[in-house]
């Protein structure tokens, strides 16, 4: 099968992966040991998590030198994820503020 | 039913055609063991389940009225009477980084045959996974000393705890399990159980432990960062 064929890749390339994960994960933390707030540290935190999970996914997981066919199986069904995410965080607005008004009363 | 024969397909038409080719022609639609895209779609399902959990924890966490507690100063540790924030959760980060690297070189070296290097390779994961989820059990015992609950805490928001302790729990099971499945396969190989036949079984391992390494990725970056 072509898969097996395309698992031969250097010893080194999981090196430098595993590298670039521990660079990656000492900048996140350095984003709390410094105590980095507001907008600025939500935007490091993705910053240094979506690389750390794309290589993950694609290099340790393989899922770059699959075929298209399971890349798509894996990756279409995750914009349901995204619509669940937009919605509770517009219900949890919604709530927040309903709170608001009727907690204090 | 398709034949193990019914090999005429090639899969090699790149791109979007082939992904056509893929799915209409009369043959399997995966070009993988039947084991791998089994545990791909079970990843998928697994990937849903902790999306729910996080998305449910944003949610309580955004309509929460009362402060949010501060993971930074929670999961702080004292060392030589100064507190370190987070010192626990990232070593704990790294421990698992650690054991995706090994494991993705224990699946590197079954393909290549080197069956004694897999196995070591596959058992110092399943012992980097092992210390990760003792020192998740040593967080554990710390936070309920200090009063946490799944209803309450002493320093805010009470659905920190329930968050907490499923989504934390949620990962640490996995780990568990995918420590004994490691164990489980590093026995196997070595006693030649796979003796002829190619070693894809340690792949679809490390796709689990490395899929469990990816859902760390997430709850550090909002659990405990965030």
Same mark, same amino acid.
């Given at each position: 099968?072509?898969?097996?064929?395309?698992?031969? =890749?250097?010893?080194?390339?999981?090196?430098?992966?595993?590298?670039? $994960?521990?660079?990656?994960?000492?900048?996140?933390?350095?984003?709390?040991?410094?105590?980095?707030?507001?907008?600025? @540290?939500?935007?490091?935190?993705?910053?240094?998590?979506?690389?750390?999970?794309?290589?993950?996914?694609?290099?340790?997981? =393989?899922?770059?030198?699959? @075929?298209?066919?399971?890349?798509?199986? $894996?990756? $279409?069904?995750?914009?349901?994820?995204?619509?669940?995410?937009?919605?509770?965080?517009?219900?949890?607005?919604?709530?927040?503020?309903? @709170? $608001?008004?009727?907690?204090? @009363? | 039913?398709?034949?193990?024969?019914?090999?005429?397909?090639?899969?090699?038409?790149?791109?979007?055609?082939?992904?056509?080719?893929?799915?209409?022609?009369?043959?399997?639609?995966?070009?993988?063991?039947?084991?791998?895209?089994?545990?791909?779609?079970?990843?998928?399902?697994?990937?849903?389940?902790?999306? *729910?959990?996080?998305?449910?924890?944003?949610?309580?966490?955004?309509?929460?009225?009362?402060?949010?507690?501060?993971?930074?100063?929670?999961?702080?540790?004292?060392?030589?009477?100064?507190?370190?924030?987070?010192?626990?959760?990232?070593?704990?980060?790294?421990?698992?980084?650690?054991?995706?690297?090994?494991?993705?070189?224990?699946?590197?070296?079954?393909?290549?045959?080197?069956?004694?290097?897999? *196995?070591? %390779?596959?058992?110092?994961?399943?012992?980097?996974?092992?210390? &990760?989820?003792?020192?998740?059990?040593?967080?554990?015992?710390?936070?309920?000393?200090?009063?946490?609950?799944?209803?309450?805490?002493?320093?805010?928001?009470?659905?920190?705890?329930?968050?907490?302790?499923?989504?934390?729990?949620?990962?640490?099971?996995?780990?568990?399990?995918?420590?004994?499945?490691?164990?489980?396969?590093?026995?196997?190989?070595?006693?030649?159980?796979?003796?002829?036949?190619?070693?894809?079984?340690?792949?679809?391992?490390? %796709?689990?432990?490395?899929?469990?390494?990816?859902?760390?990725?997430?709850?550090?970056?909002? &659990?405990?960062?965030?």
């Amino acid at each position: 099968m072509s898969e097996t064929a395309s698992q031969q =890749h250097p010893i080194g390339l999981y090196l430098k992966i595993w590298l670039l $994960l521990f660079v990656f994960s000492a900048f996140s933390y350095a984003v709390d040991y410094y105590q980095v707030q507001g907008a600025l @540290r939500w935007t490091l935190i993705l910053i240094f998590m979506f690389p750390k999970a794309g290589l993950i996914i694609s290099i340790s997981m =393989h899922v770059r030198w699959e @075929r298209l066919s399971l890349k798509y199986v $894996l990756f $279409l069904p995750l914009t349901a994820i995204a619509v669940l995410i937009i919605l509770m965080a517009i219900e949890g607005d919604y709530t927040y503020l309903t @709170r $608001l008004l009727f907690f204090d @009363r | 039913m398709i034949s193990e024969t019914d090999k005429s397909a090639t899969y090699t038409e790149p791109g979007v055609a082939g992904l056509v080719s893929d799915w209409a022609a009369d043959r399997q639609t995966f070009d993988m063991p039947w084991g791998k895209i089994m545990m791909w779609i079970f990843l998928l399902s697994d990937t849903f389940i902790f999306s *729910v959990f996080l998305v449910s924890y944003m949610n309580v966490r955004i309509s929460a009225t009362d402060p949010w507690p501060n993971a930074s100063e929670v999961f702080a540790l004292q060392i030589f009477g100064e507190y370190v924030p987070l010192l626990l959760i990232a070593i704990m980060t790294f421990i698992l980084i650690t054991s995706s690297g090994t494991m993705a070189m224990a699946v590197n070296y079954a393909y290549r045959g080197d069956i004694k290097k897999t *196995v070591w %390779l596959i058992v110092a994961t399943a012992l980097f996974g092992a210390s &990760f989820v003792g020192m998740q059990a040593f967080e554990w015992s710390k936070l309920i000393e200090e009063g946490v609950r799944p209803w309450g805490n002493p320093w805010g928001a009470s659905q920190f705890g329930s968050a907490f302790f499923m989504i934390t729990g949620f990962h640490g099971l996995h780990v568990t399990g995918g420590v004994i499945y490691l164990l489980w396969t590093a026995r196997r190989v070595s006693s030649g159980y796979y003796e002829g036949k190619d070693l894809a079984i340690v792949e679809i391992a490390g %796709l689990y432990w490395h899929f469990v390494d990816l859902v760390w990725v997430f709850i550090f970056a909002f &659990f405990y960062l965030w």
